[in-house]
């Protein structure tokens, strides 16, 4: 058994956004993600499934087919390889799940 607190111990960074492993599994990453408000995180992709869960703020995705603006409690999904885009609307605490198998 493993466990983890996605809202312990967040630090906000002024020049980077915070990206923290909180767990690892043979199926599974978790990671969290803190943007501050206007901070981006270019086009990118995964090699695998990863699903985003917004547990504080707002961030706007945008992907080839267009954009999702999510908000507190949202959940998004993207298959693998898919190009992605996000930016910080404010504040924002992210959960990543990628899914490994």
Same mark, same amino acid.
């Given at each position: 058994? !493993?466990? $983890?607190?996605? !809202?312990?111990?967040?630090?906000? *960074?002024?020049? *980077?956004?915070?990206?923290? /492993?909180?767990?690892?599994?043979?199926? +599974?990453?978790?990671?969290?993600?803190?943007?501050?408000?206007?901070?981006?995180?270019? *086009?990118?992709?995964? +090699?695998?499934?990863?699903?985003? $869960?917004?547990?504080? #703020? +707002?961030?706007?995705?945008?992907?080839?087919?267009?954009?999702? =603006? =999510?908000?507190? #409690?949202?959940? !998004? +999904?993207? /298959?693998?390889?898919?190009?992605?885009?996000?930016?910080?609307?404010? *504040?924002?605490?992210?959960?990543?799940?990628?899914? !490994?198998?």
């Amino acid at each position: 058994m !493993l466990l $983890a607190n996605m !809202l312990d111990g967040i630090d906000f *960074d002024d020049e *980077d956004i915070a990206i923290t /492993e909180l767990m690892r599994t043979a199926y +599974s990453k978790e990671i969290r993600i803190a943007m501050q408000r206007h901070q981006m995180m270019r *086009d990118h992709e995964s +090699s695998h499934p990863v699903a985003f $869960a917004v547990l504080e #703020g +707002s961030v706007r995705v945008q992907f080839e087919a267009g954009e999702s =603006l =999510l908000q507190k #409690g949202d959940v !998004l +999904s993207l /298959e693998r390889e898919v190009v992605h885009h996000l930016e910080a609307l404010e *504040d924002t605490v992210l959960r990543l799940t990628i899914f !490994l198998c």
